[in-house]
């Protein structure tokens, strides 16, 4: 059985035990986290919401906080003088998928 929940505003496939990187959470390491938004639920039958299935909830519980690697973003013109350099590094949060209530 999987669930397709949406997230802070991205959508990521959740079973039962799986880790999901999710952009970070406010939240301590072993907190728990509900997540309403659940968007299919696949079983025995697929049920689909419009836009959300109403009762269904999945509870995850916070693994752990990092940062990605960095990206750097260089803007360049030739001939014109100008260059710009910006790095930047995005902070996730480990969840591990508890329990889903269908």
Same mark, same amino acid.
């Given at each position: 059985? %999987?669930?397709?929940? !949406? ?20 939240? !301590? ?9 659940? &968007? &299919?639920?696949?079983?025995?039958? /697929? ?9 269904? *909830?999945?509870?995850?519980?916070? !693994? ?8 750097? /973003?260089?803007? %360049? ?5 100008? *260059?710009?350099?910006?790095?930047? *590094? ?5 969840? *591990?998928?508890? !329990?889903?209530?269908?």
């Amino acid at each position: 059985m %999987y669930v397709l929940v !949406e997230f802070k505003g991205k959508q990521y496939k959740a079973e039962k035990g799986a880790l999901l990187k999710v952009d970070k959470i406010d939240a !301590e390491p072993g907190a728990s986290v509900n997540i309403d938004t659940v &968007l &299919l639920v696949s079983g025995d039958s /697929v049920k689909v919401g419009s836009p959300y299935i109403e009762g269904a *909830r999945v509870s995850a519980v916070v !693994e752990s906080h990092g940062k990605d690697g960095k990206i750097i /973003v260089f803007k %360049y013109k030739p001939k014109k003088d100008y *260059r710009r350099k910006q790095g930047h *590094r995005q902070q996730y949060s480990i969840i *591990r998928i508890a !329990e889903i209530s269908a």
